[in-house]
């Protein structure tokens, strides 16, 4: 079983930052995909980022490729999101997931799920 814990979110002014951070606990292998995903209010749940815990590679949505970016502190057991040049359409509740085996892609590939935290970018 594995508990994931999200923080960072908040309210913020078009084209500012935010980084979110994903705090994993129990047992955590190699072998894990972790993923930012996000859902609108009225809209279904998105891919944002993800990556891999053994061997850093990524992927990322085209709607946030250049600025965002996904990072993991394996120290702390800790996957950040680094948002950057954010805008209105980013609002959303994000979400941290992982994937037992592989990076993931959709939310169906997940089988842990934080709570969500809450991202609004003002225009």
């Known amino acids: 079983q594995v508990q994931l814990v999200e923080s960072g979110g908040g309210l913020v002014q078009a084209g500012g930052s935010l980084r979110l951070s994903c705090a994993a606990s129990g047992r955590t292998f190699v072998s894990y995909g972790y993923g930012w995903f996000r859902q609108a209010p009225g809209k279904e749940r998105e891919f944002v980022a993800a990556i891999s815990w053994s061997g850093g590679g990524t992927n990322y949505a085209d709607s946030v490729k250049g600025r965002f970016t996904i990072r993991r502190d394996n120290a702390k057991n800790t996957v950040l999101l680094q948002m950057n040049s954010l805008k209105p359409e980013d609002t959303a509740v994000y979400y941290c997931?992982?994937?037992?085996?592989?990076?993931?892609?959709?939310?169906?590939?997940?089988?842990?799920w934080g709570q969500g935290t809450q991202v609004t970018v003002s225009s």
């Open positions: 997931a992982v994937r037992r085996y592989g990076l993931p892609s959709y939310d169906y590939e997940c089988d842990y």
